[in-house]
């Protein structure tokens, strides 16, 4: 699986699938904060991805 993170900067994941949620959590990164995409439909925490899944990270801007 191939994760895109906020920054551009990617990662591959080997192994077993693993939840979104998951994924955030071992990363450090806020769920509150983000929405994810897995192969280009935005998915919610529980969604779980793995092989050849991309995983799109994108940070929430907001403010007044």
Known sequence: ???IFPDS?????EGEPVSVGWILHLRGINPSEVIVSRN????????VAGGD??????RI???G
């Open 9 to 13: 900067t990617t990662e591959t994941i």
């Open 53 to 58: 899944d991309e995983i799109r990270i994108i």
């Open 1 to 3: 699986m191939k994760i």
């Open 40 to 47: 280009g439909k935005l998915v919610p925490e529980d969604v």
């Open 61 to 63: 801007a907001h403010g």
